[in-house]
């Protein structure tokens, strides 16, 4: 029932900036707690940051001061602001409400690369 969808990703170079944007569908953005997350292979997925209800946001120590969660209850997306990336930002980048999420999206690629 629930769909995410991400887009926004691309190649990009080094200290370049990009936005992400999650469409959501099947579920009441408003009351949901969402974060975006990332994973490179090998690894777990790992949260890079999360926006509550009520607006308030946190983020991981990796992008902290760099990467900017916003949400836009009305049009029921999440996106996500990446400045000065890095070529470490490089992983595929998905949407999902948070801490319980739902099934994960196609999720979309982040390179960052000269």
């Known amino acids: 029932q629930v769909q995410l969808v991400e887009s926004g990703g691309g190649l990009v170079q080094p200290g370049g900036s990009l936005r992400l944007s999650c469409a959501a569908s099947?579920?009441?953005?408003?009351?949901?707690?969402m974060g975006w997350y990332r994973q490179v292979p090998g690894k777990q997925r790992e949260l890079v940051a999360r926006i509550r209800s009520g607006g308030s946001t946190n983020y991981a120590d990796s992008v902290k001061g760099r990467f900017t969660i916003s949400r836009d209850n009305a049009k029921k997306t999440v996106s996500l602001q990446m400045e000065s990336l890095k070529p470490e930002d490089t992983a595929v980048y998905y949407c999902?409400?948070?801490?319980?999420?739902?099934?994960w999206g196609q999720g979309t690629q982040v390179t960052v690369s000269s």
């Open positions: 999902n409400r948070y801490p319980h999420f739902e099934s």
């Open positions: 099947g579920m009441i953005l408003s009351i949901s707690a």
